[in-house]
């Protein structure tokens, strides 16, 4: 997994999940051989959907081996900046997938220094370790 350095997104005023999709060719292939609609697609929506959540996609971070990628950390609205990162591999899978959504519409991690403690059950065996905060940028910065 690499890490990418780049400024905080600008604060929305909402807390809530900050989830970082990679949009790797493997990743974005896995999506679209599991469903009918693309994981990827899924996760924009519930994202959309949710008040405060953020979704930044991310070039190959390099975890192929491990199905598709994503990390899942809490980001403080008021000031834009996340904590510790959950990395989740296999989000292809339907039933990873769907303990993934249902995280992200419940608000994800409510901690930003030990976000693995609240990963749900069901998500238990994807996680593939804690990283460091997600830094990200708007579009066209």
Do not use: F
Not at 19 to 28: F, K, V, Y
Not at 100 to 128: E, K
């Amino acid at each position: 997994m690499t890490s990418h350095h780049a400024e905080p997104p600008p604060p929305t005023g909402a807390s809530g999940p900050l989830i970082a999709l990679c949009a790797g060719h493997r990743c974005e292939a896995l999506h679209r051989l599991a469903d009918d609609r693309t994981g990827a697609d899924r996760v924009r929506s519930t994202v959309a959907n949710r008040r405060g959540a953020v979704l930044v996609s991310t070039p190959c971070v390099g975890a192929c081996v491990t199905g598709a990628v994503a990390a899942v950390a809490c980001r403080d609205g008021a000031t834009g900046t996340t904590g510790a990162s959950v990395w989740l591999g296999g989000v292809d899978q339907p039933a990873i997938l769907h303990a993934l959504l249902a995280w992200i519409r419940s608000g994800g991690p409510a901690s930003t220094d030990r976000p693995v403690s609240d990963v749900p059950a069901a998500l238990q065996d994807a996680v593939l370790g804690v990283g460091r905060p997600i830094h990200a940028r708007s579009q066209g910065r």
